[in-house]
């Protein structure tokens, strides 16, 4: 004799599966309203983060006489070639592992502010 659960028969069918009905075609989202995006119409913070990111290369160039952002021709001790490129700082946090120097870079070429000979600004 075969047992049937008497809440299965007696209640909704939650589960009612129908493998042989097609999938309807997805429906396209739903879009956001303009108003539920916060949005600064004076752009202050944007504003705000230029101006602060601003001094802050224009302290470090004065600080360890570097031209930041610009093209530039370098030349490193102990190095016969010439980098010539936009000097741009390698690490996004100056003195993150701790020592005193900055990490630079022109294209892939890696170095110390500590390793660097001369630098010249050129012409953009």
């Given at each position: 004799m075969r047992r049937t659960d008497k809440r299965a028969v007696e209640g909704p069918a939650q589960l009612a599966l129908d493998f042989n009905r097609p999938t309807p075609p997805p429906?396209?989202?739903?879009?956001?309203?303009?108003t539920?995006?916060?949005?600064?119409?004076?752009?202050?913070?944007?504003h705000a983060f230029t101006s602060e990111q601003t001094a802050a290369l224009q302290e470090l160039e004065?600080?360890?006489g570097l031209i930041l952002n610009?093209?530039?021709r370098v030349t490193?001790?102990?190095?016969?070639?010439?980098?010539?490129?936009?000097?741009i700082l390698a690490q996004?946090?100056?003195?993150?592992d701790g020592a005193?120097?900055?990490?630079?870079?022109?294209?892939?070429a890696e170095f110390d502010?500590?390793?660097?000979?001369?630098?010249?600004?050129?012409p953009d």
């Open positions: 429906s396209p989202p739903a879009a956001l309203p303009r539920a995006l916060p949005r600064d119409p004076a752009e202050r913070g944007y004065r600080r360890f610009s093209r530039v490193l001790f102990g190095v016969p070639a010439e980098f010539v490129g936009k000097l996004l946090l100056p003195f993150a005193g120097h900055l990490r630079l870079r022109i294209g892939a502010d500590t390793d660097i000979e001369s630098c010249v600004r050129l």
